[in-house]
């Protein structure tokens, strides 16, 4: 991804509420990628929620800067997952920022499932 000069404020640098996007980009891509389509979820009625979230910061990002996101899933409980994502500048892959995304299964109504989708990361 490439920071874009309208996400940028009057600091010259990327507002900090942009990473909460690129971050949750980062993780629809890589669920895609490993076959869960977050869209396709919804419709069916099991939302993946965020619980909590936490960035941190370390070297703003600035426009037209190019960078990547790199995605780990750790299993917390049948139900709970821990998204832990590092963004690194992609010129020197410089750690920019990092996040930790606790995120719930839950059916159409918000109340936890018994089964999540999730688990196919969870340890055999």
Do not use: W
Not at 13 to 31: G, P, T
Request: hydrophobic share 40%; charged share 25%.
């Amino acid at each position: 991804m490439e920071a874009r000069d309208h996400e940028c404020d009057i600091q010259g640098v990327v507002n900090n509420a942009h990473y909460q996007h690129y971050f949750e980009h980062a993780r629809h891509r890589f669920l895609k990628k490993h076959g869960i389509d977050f869209a396709v979820l919804a419709k069916e009625g099991i939302n993946l929620m965020v619980q909590k979230i936490e960035i941190e910061y370390f070297v703003p990002l600035q426009a037209h800067q190019p960078f990547q996101i790199d995605v780990a899933v750790k299993p917390l409980t049948p139900l709970r997952f821990e998204f832990q994502q590092q963004l690194f500048r992609q010129s020197d892959h410089r750690l920019m920022s990092q996040a930790r995304t606790l995120i719930v299964t839950t059916d159409r109504n918000f109340r936890p499932v018994r089964v999540s989708p999730l688990q196919i990361f969870s340890p055999t």
